[in-house]
């Protein structure tokens, strides 16, 4: 291994002196040189190119416009190996780029937009540049000394003769078309172990999925690389150059061979794995033939991150291939176009453990399952018995059974990094229940099960017999009734008319009562709809001949009470009075029929005004005075009521707005009116889908902090006008909101929030941190509504939130 090592050494020493000797030929850029797009003159150039022609600099064909980068001439296919600025959208022609060495700088000019620089050497005066033969670009001083390389500022790949230096990273691009920065990372840590990360975002153990194993020490040093010399060789080398691991060799009888034009590089391919590649020259054609020479994964499905939550990974053709695990659904039904999977059965809730709700769910069984989350619960036990206690788990998601050691671990949703490995000697039992659909509201519906019963023909004539007497019977009963009950009706009816309004006391604000027929005149036969929520369709109506409108909500699927009770919740609902709440101005409750009419909200819901893309987009002090808007009417809730609400489904839908567009938050105080079995929005878990707390799932007490983290949520679509979950965007980083969000303020890129809007960077910085600290997982570490309300308004300084771990999984 130690002659090895020297020969490495000689090898790398042989390269650097044959670059010197090769430097005087290289071709010189000098100041005043520039490039453009198109070549349309004998003047214009579109790149640089290397004295021998492999490599060139310039622009590059990208998405629908251009990008600035390095890549092979002559290759198969489209070969980058380096990218200026890789997560900049494309470079449109329309605005007349050019890049330009200029006044001691490399730097991109379009018309109407500020300089870029091409090179992060903004600090230096750049004075030439040259493209190396070895696929480096280096920027010079006036004495000729080198001030910047991109060999230091590698994206994807590295190419021969270049080190990836500790502490430096290799990232994947984000798919084999878009060369922006991609989920997967190789990391040179400075203990000496080379590692591939499932993450964009961190280092984390649990997210690693390859490694050369070669830590040398506990504490990080700062001296191991990772380099690729001229003949393919690809190593790992200590603080004095010594080969500690050779990934594609066992460095025992390496030998030096001709090169004969080809060029090697190891790039992070978009799937995540770590591969060398050579490029030979064909004499007769003179194109580079691509080969692969190793790979650092040979099984896709070992690549951490390939499928999001939910999903796993299988193999098909040697080609990885996402799939739901049972009792889950696509995101948004759009099958194979997003990266996770949602629950799609509703949760029971908790009784005895959930021994008493094993007749709602069932056990799908896979075999060579696996996956690395933390069971929460791990016993030995037989198969049957693993099933068993996974089925009558209120907890349990899944159970994977281990039949090398009988070992049954339990688990939660949502599980992440499954795949089917038939290397696994296991069995997955996955529990789901009745099915339930996602609406284009973001809402869940349950399917319904259907129910067959027979009879026998011997029993037929019985029971037809009993069904026509009780139906005369029936109707004889309701005949005699309908007499009374109008009667009754009618006096009662006479007398409220004779009171005028229902009478309250205290600070009770009086409630109109109004006939069934009234309404019904007033919407002229309930005929414009202006629309249909959780709890029934809304009619536009007017009173006082036309001179008054209202929104009369029909009631649907009641509570069977009584009217005193319901007179009651509607005194409840009618003390509240704040401008930030739509007013309740009367009620019809005749026999089964429960109307409500509000006060006409002209402007319609803040999700029509936010989320429609017919209509006018929102300034941006608009949407400051709305977010406000909102937060005082659930502080009003919250605090200010004489009984404190939680309203539990905070969203845009919810928020409507009147002439003077002031936001008004509606609905709030109807939940208790539900039938029990109406699942639409409201069950057992009360609220719509990408707006639940977390706590929703983690069955513990609901609290007002609930209403603080929906309220995040809707603070950051107001901010960004789009929906918590989109999935026609560009960058997969963009799918949820709340992780698109965090990603720009830890990076400073805020502005990418609001593209081609004029903010105030103080007011949207603040509005984003308002926002993340309302949606963190731990509801102690919500602010309350009334500090919400300081922070937004700029009184109370707002510290740097931490990372929310925002779930995929929407009840």
Same mark, same amino acid.
């Given at each position: 291994m130690a002659s090895f090592s020297i020969v490495f050494m000689l090898l790398s020493a042989s390269a650097i002196s044959l670059h010197l000797l090769a430097s005087a030929d290289d071709k010189i850029i000098l100041e005043g040189a520039s490039l453009v797009p198109i070549a349309t003159t004998s003047r214009d150039h579109s790149f640089w190119s290397s004295s021998s022609g492999y490599f060139s600099f310039g622009f590059y064909s990208y998405g629908k416009g251009y990008a600035i980068g390095i890549w092979l001439v002559g290759a198969e296919k489209n070969t980058t190996v380096w990218t200026s600025n890789r997560d900049s959208r494309p470079i449109l022609t329309s605005s007349s780029?050019?890049?330009?060495?200029?006044?001691?700088?490399?730097?991109?000019?379009?018309?109407?937009?500020?300089?870029?620089?091409? #090179?992060?050497?903004?600090?230096?005066?750049?004075?030439? +540049?040259? *493209?190396?033969?070895?696929?480096?670009?280096?920027?010079?001083?006036?004495?000729?000394?080198?001030?910047?390389?991109?060999?230091?500022?590698?994206t994807d790949t590295i190419l021969q003769g270049q080190f990836l230096a500790t502490g430096a990273r290799l990232y994947s691009n984000s798919n084999n078309t878009n060369h922006g920065t991609g989920t997967f990372h190789l990391d040179m840590q400075g203990d000496g172990n080379l590692v591939l990360y499932g993450r964009k975002d961190g280092d984390r153990p649990q997210d690693a999925y390859w490694a050369t194993n070669t830590a040398q020490s506990r504490l990080p040093v700062i001296n191991y690389t990772l380099y690729l010399n001229e003949t393919g060789l690809l190593a790992v080398l200590n603080r004095n150059y010594g080969i500690i691991s050779s990934l594609n060799d066992d460095g025992t009888s390496y030998e030096i061979t001709e090169r004969n034009g080809t060029i090697f590089r190891a790039t992070l391919d978009a799937d995540g794995i770590f591969r060398l590649y050579s490029h030979r020259r064909e004499e007769e054609t003179e194109n580079l033939k691509e080969s692969m020479v190793w790979s650092s994964i040979d099984n896709p499905c070992q690549?951490?991150?390939?499928?999001?939550?939910?999903?796993? @990974?299988?193999?098909?053709?040697a080609e990885s291939k996402s799939l739901c695990i049972p009792g889950t659904d696509y995101a948004d039904s759009i099958k194979g176009s997003t990266p996770y999977c949602l629950r799609k059965y509703p949760l029971r809730e908790c009784r005895d453990g959930g021994k008493e709700n094993t007749t709602s769910y069932n056990i799908k069984e896979m075999e060579n399952m696996y996956w690395s989350d933390n069971p929460y619960a791990a016993v030995k036990m037989y198969p049957d018995q693993c099933r068993k206690s996974c089925l009558e788990d209120c907890y349990c998601g899944v159970a994977l059974y281990y039949r090398s050691n009988g070992l049954c671990t339990k688990h939660q949703l949502p599980l992440k990094y499954v795949r089917r490995d038939f290397s696994q000697s296991t069995t997955a039992f996955f529990k789901f229940g009745d099915t339930i659909t996602i609406d284009s509201?973001?809402?869940?519906? =349950?399917?319904?099960?259907?129910?067959?019963?027979?009879v026998t023909k011997n029993n037929m004539v019985q029971i037809i017999v009993l069904v026509l007497g009780f139906t005369i019977f029936s109707l004889a009963a309701l005949a005699i009734f309908g007499i009374y009950a109008f009667k009754i009706r009618d006096l009662r009816y006479k007398r409220l008319m004779d009171i005028g309004n229902l009478s309250v006391v205290g600070d009770q604000l009086t409630l109109r009562v109004f006939s069934y027929n009234d309404l019904k005149r007033a919407t002229n036969g309930f005929k414009e709809e202006l629309g249909k929520g959780s709890f029934g369709a809304v009619y536009k109506g007017a009173l006082n001949?036309?001179?008054?409108?209202?929104?009369?909500?029909?009631?649907? =699927?009641?509570?069977?009470?009584?009217?005193?009770?319901?007179?009651?919740?509607?005194? #409840? &609902?009618?003390? +509240?009075?704040?401008?930030?709440?739509?007013?309740?101005?009367? $009620? @019809? +409750?005749?026999?089964?029929?429960?109307?409500?009419? $509000?006060?006409? *909200?002209? $402007?319609?819901s803040l999700?029509?005004?936010?989320?429609?893309?017919?209509?006018?987009?929102?300034?941006?002090?608009?949407?400051?005075?709305? +977010?406000?808007?909102?937060?005082?009417?659930?502080?009003?809730?919250?605090?200010?009521?004489?009984?404190?609400? &939680?309203?539990?489904? &905070?969203?845009?839908?919810?928020?409507?707005?009147?002439?003077f567009w002031t936001a008004k938050i509606s609905d709030f105080g109807l939940a208790k009116l539900l039938m029990p079995d109406q699942t639409r929005t409201m069950t057992r878990v009360r609220g719509t889908r990408g707006y639940l707390a977390p706590e929703w799932q983690k069955n513990i007490p609901i609290s007002v902090k609930t209403d603080v983290y929906s309220y995040g949520i809707v603070l950051l679509e107001i901010i960004c006008c789009r929906n918590n979950l989109e999935v026609n965007v560009e960058d997969p980083d963009e799918i949820v909101l709340a992780n698109w969000v965090y990603k720009c303020f830890v990076s400073m890129e805020l502005d990418k929030l609001v593209i081609g809007e004029e903010v105030d =960077? =103080?007011?949207?910085?603040?509005?984003?941190?308002?926002?993340?600290?309302?949606?963190?997982?731990?509801?102690?570490?919500?602010?309350?509504?009334?500090?919400?309300?300081?922070?937004?308004?700029?009184?109370?300084?707002?510290?740097?939130?931490? @990372?929310?771990? $925002?779930?995929?999984t929407f009840m």
């Open positions: 780029p050019k890049v330009v060495l200029d006044n001691g700088k490399l730097v991109l000019t379009r018309a109407h937009e500020p300089e870029t620089h091409v #090179a992060n050497s903004s600090f230096l005066t750049v004075f030439s +540049a040259s *493209m190396l033969d070895n696929g480096n670009f280096v920027l010079y001083n006036k004495n000729n000394k080198t001030i910047w390389q991109s060999f230091d500022y590698p690549v951490r991150g390939t499928c999001g939550l939910n999903s796993y @990974c299988t193999t098909v053709d509201n973001n809402t869940l519906e =349950k399917t319904p099960k259907s129910r067959n019963q027979g001949r036309g001179r008054k409108l209202v929104a009369v909500k029909r009631l649907e =699927k009641l509570v069977e009470e009584g009217e005193s009770e319901f007179l009651s919740e509607m005194r #409840a &609902i009618g003390r +509240a009075n704040h401008k930030n709440i739509v007013r309740l101005l009367g $009620y @019809c +409750a005749e026999g089964s029929k429960r109307l409500l009419v $509000y006060e006409y *909200m002209s $402007y319609g999700a029509n005004l936010l989320f429609k893309k017919e209509s006018k987009r929102l300034d941006w002090e608009e949407r400051v005075r709305i +977010a406000i808007d909102v937060a005082r009417g659930i502080l009003y809730l919250h605090e200010e009521c004489k009984t404190p609400i &939680i309203y539990c489904d &905070i969203k845009p839908q919810n928020i409507l707005m009147d002439d =960077k =103080k007011t949207l910085e603040n509005m984003v941190k308002v926002g993340l600290w309302c949606i963190q997982d731990d509801p102690a570490l919500r602010p309350s509504m009334k500090s919400v309300m300081l922070m937004l308004e700029g009184i109370t300084e707002i510290s740097v939130p931490p @990372c929310p771990t $925002y779930s995929l």
